[in-house]
T-cell receptor, first 116, second 109 residues
Framework: DGGITQSPKYLFRKEGQNVTLSCEQN?????MYWYRQDPGQGLRLIYY???????QKGDIAEGYSVSREKKESFPLTVTSAQKNPTAFYLC???????????????FGPGTRLTVL | KNEVEQSPQNLTAQEGEFITINCSYS?????LHWLQQHPGGGIVSLFM???GKKKHGRLIATINIQEKHSSLHITASHPRDSAVYIC???????????FGEGTQLTVNP
């Protein structure tokens, strides 16, 4: 089945520890995205990548890092510098979009991170 | 940057009622995306539209490009329609989305 997988679904970490969230897609999409969602709030963009070995900061990149070494994979590391990391994290992918056209984003099931 | 506003924020309906959720945006766009977020958190795409109207089952989405407004309608609502409905519009670069804050819909039996 084609789709986006995120693992694990629930993740608990102690304060001060780095943690890496996995996102894999087999849709052959060029672009991948990481979003953060807090209770009662809209989705906010953390990082995105439109091509392998390239990525850009979104609106709330501080305290996060990413890599894009393979087309299928876009892992997100939540570092100890992120002041309030407890949140729901969603990964998405799409064909590459441009100025005059938008290609639909498809979302993974999400990872709920709780920092104790 | 596009400003996206959804209304209402919360909506409670009785089973069978006709539902309308509205989305307004400030900058002209190439397309608008309606999404549904289930209680477990997963997000599914309902519609992507750039003009006119689309229908899928009991769901209908319309967009008025001149007025920068879109509506999502649910006919004969059912408790399983209870979810958060989110509209999203691409920024001019096309690569990033701006999201509305979502409409929490609860349909009671």
């Amino acid at each position: 089945d084609g789709g986006i997988t995120q693992s694990p679904k629930y993740l608990f970490r102690k304060e001060g520890q780095n943690v890496t969230l996995s996102c894999e897609q087999n849709l052959n999409h060029d672009a991948m995205y990481w979003y953060r969602q807090d209770p009662g709030q809209g989705l906010r963009l953390i990082y995105y990548s439109q091509i392998v070995n390239d990525f850009q900061k979104g609106d709330i990149a501080e305290g996060y890092s990413v890599s894009r070494e393979k087309k299928e994979s876009f892992p997100l590391t939540v570092t100890s510098a992120q002041k309030n990391p407890t949140a729901f994290y969603l990964c998405a992918s799409s064909m590459r979009s441009g100025r005059a056209f938008y290609n639909e984003q498809f979302f993974g099931p999400g990872t709920r991170l709780t920092v104790l | 940057k596009n400003e996206v506003e959804q209304s209402p924020q919360n909506l409670t309906a009785q089973e069978g009622e006709f539902i309308t959720i509205n989305c307004s945006y400030s900058v002209g766009i190439s397309a608008l995306h309606w999404l549904q977020q289930h209680p477990g958190g997963g997000i599914v795409s309902l519609f992507m539209l750039s003009s006119g109207k689309k229908k899928h089952g009991r769901l209908i989405a319309t967009i008025n490009i001149q007025e920068k407004h879109s509506s999502l309608h649910i006919t004969a609502s059912h408790p399983r329609d209870s979810a958060v409905y989110i509209c999203a519009v691409p920024e001019t670069s096309g690569s990033r989305l701006t999201f509305g804050e979502g409409t929490q819909l609860t349909v009671n039996p």
